[in-house]
């Protein structure tokens, strides 16, 4: 009896025969590696201070000027999988651009593998697998890292599978995005030596493209670009364009896709006119490898690498803190944990005896402990503004003075509050930080053990 082929049935065998296509698609004996993360470590230079091992094979090199795989690690034994760009001949620091791992980092003898099904993998020396690509079975048959320093799992016709532009963690290099629908945000690590996530993150949302400080789960605005007024649509690009044909000069830029807007570059040196046209900060030369970063204090900054200069081939080339941007007493480390901040400075250790001599020592006062009671008083900073004073247009009101500390008085995590005496504004500080010299009417009242 003739078999008769519905068409569900006709649906069916062509989704079997897509498959079993993908399936009879493997990585070549030759581009398959297993590489152990052991031997020698590198004797250049390089950023975080770190130890580092170049991840190689005898056939394989994983080098695409000035990008290469990596193996570093800030603390002992505990190694991530990255991606350097710079080359140590340069006598200049060498930059790490990705991590796949910094969340868990590896041992001694881990291994990272692409075997045949054409999954890549990090596992440690006992084969307990530490991160993954994900794509085994999918049609790979190679990796490659390409000359913007993506890394690329791809097909048999150079379509890609996997790509690390998929997965910033706290960079972007030129042609890579964040998207809302997707991967939407920049988180800063720790510390140098602590790579895992920061309190600083960078995010892409419908409200705008807005830096934030997660202070004990409160995420709080310190920068970037919000307001319901900014239509950034899906994604947003970190770009280097020329100028002109001839490309004699670049801007680097923040490009986005709107359906109602056309492009537009965020990173502006100022505003001109009305401020609804932004002008970039230029580069006189070649600026396709640059990075954008959201550093571990808070500060984003762009970096570009020029091989044409004999030292100090990377070159910080933006940052949104900074004497020509925001002004950078409203970064809230700028100071550190906490002091007085005017012209980029630090100035001062405010306290209850009055303003002290700045160090890196100097903290916020002690308060009761939340929910346990304890006398408190305020002690007085007249001429100061919070740092989130910009972001929450000075706070809330008009309000009369006593009722701002009223509330504060209630609020066992408010650390102090501002009021702004011209327009009765009360903005409560759950965290002090950098305090801005202001010369106007804004007055500070800090919350201490008395």
């Known amino acids: 009896m003739a078999t ?22 493997q990585v070549p004996i030759n581009q398959q590696f297993k590489f152990i993360n052991q031997g020698e470590f590198g004797d250049r230079i390089i950023e975080y201070d770190a130890s580092y091992r170049v991840i190689r094979t005898n056939e394989l090199t994983f080098l695409s000027f000035p990008f290469r795989l990596c193996f570093y690690n800030t603390t002992p034994d505990a190694y991530i999988f990255a991606i350097r760009a710079g080359v140590p001949n340069d ?22 593998s692409l075997g045949r099904d054409g999954n890549l993998v990090l596992a440690e020396a006992d084969n307990t697998v530490v991160w993954q690509t994900n794509t085994a079975n999918k049609g790979v048959t190679g990796l490659r890292l390409l000359p913007n320093g993506n890394l690329v799992l791809h097909d048999k016709n150079g379509k890609f599978i996997w790509q690390s532009f998929d997965h910033p963690t706290d960079t972007l290099l030129v042609g890579q995005s964040v998207r809302i629908n997707g991967p939407n945000k920049l988180v800063g690590r720790k510390s140098e030596l602590d790579p895992s996530d920061g309190p600083y993150s960078l995010v892409l949302d419908k409200t705008g493209f807005t830096m934030f400080l997660n202070n004990s789960g409160q995420l709080l605005t310190y920068g970037g670009w919000p ?7 899906d994604s947003i690009t970190f770009d280097a364009v020329p100028e002109n044909e001839n490309a004699t000069a670049y801007e680097l830029v923040l490009s986005f896709n709107s359906s109602t807007t056309n492009r537009r570059r965020l990173l502006q040196v100022r505003p001109i006119g009305n401020g609804q046209q932004l002008n970039l900060n230029k580069l006189n030369y070649n600026a396709t490898i640059s990075f954008l970063r959201l550093g571990f204090d808070g500060n984003l900054k762009a970096y570009t690498y020029y091989d044409k200069v004999s030292y100090l081939k990377w070159e910080e080339s933006f940052a949104f803190f900074s004497s020509y941007f925001i002004r950078e007493c409203g970064l809230p480390s700028k100071c550190g944990s906490y002091g007085l901040c005017t012209r980029g400075m630090c100035v001062a250790c405010p306290s209850p005896k009055g303003l002290l001599g700045w160090s890196e020592s100097c903290g916020p006062p002690k308060v009761p402990v939340c929910g346990k009671g304890g006398k408190f008083g305020y002690y007085k900073i007249v001429g100061v503004e919070h740092f989130l004073g910009p972001y929450l247009d000075g706070g809330e ?15 066992c995590k408010c650390l102090g509050y501002f009021y702004k005496e011209d327009t009765s504004k009360c903005l409560l500080a759950p965290v002090l930080g950098t305090l801005i010299r202001d010369v106007n009417t804004s007055v500070g009242y800090i919350k201490y053990s008395i």
């Open 4 to 25: 008769t082929f519905t068409p569900y049935n006709l649906h069916i065998l062509l989704f079997l025969i897509a498959h079993f296509a993908i399936a009879l698609s």
């Open 91 to 112: 006598e200049s620091l060498m930059r790490w651009v990705w991590d796949a791992n910094r969340h868990r980092p590896v041992h001694q003898n881990s291994t990272l």
């Open 227 to 233: 307001g319901p007024n900014r239509n950034f649509g």
């Open 397 to 411: 009101g008009p309000i009369k003075v006593a009722d701002c500390k009223a509330k504060c008085d209630k609020d």
